[in-house]
């Protein structure tokens, strides 16, 4: 039960992303937060942190970390290609081919 219950949190949490960033936005109308730290890194931190939080009370209490650490797993990697992805050549001729096929 609690297995499910955490991966149905993992996905809500894909959905909390953009819901911070446009929450962060309307209330500071900027991309970044100090000209420094942009909206996407405080919503991917607070889903980091949400799901770390998870491991790590499920460690201390001895349950099973598999849920929690394969969500917190997924989310890292996932914002790491989301930062390093664009920055590549093959992104950016594959974008462009997409942006003028009709």
Known sequence: MLVALKMALAAA???LGPTVDRIIYLIF???KLGGIISIETIAFLTADCILATLLWKDYTNKRSTKAAGISLAIFV????L????PKTELWQVLVTFVMQSK
């Open 13 to 15: 949490l894909a959905m």
């Open 82 to 85: 989301y930062f390093l992805i």
């Open 77 to 80: 990697w996932g914002q790491i």
């Open 29 to 31: 109308k900027t991309g």
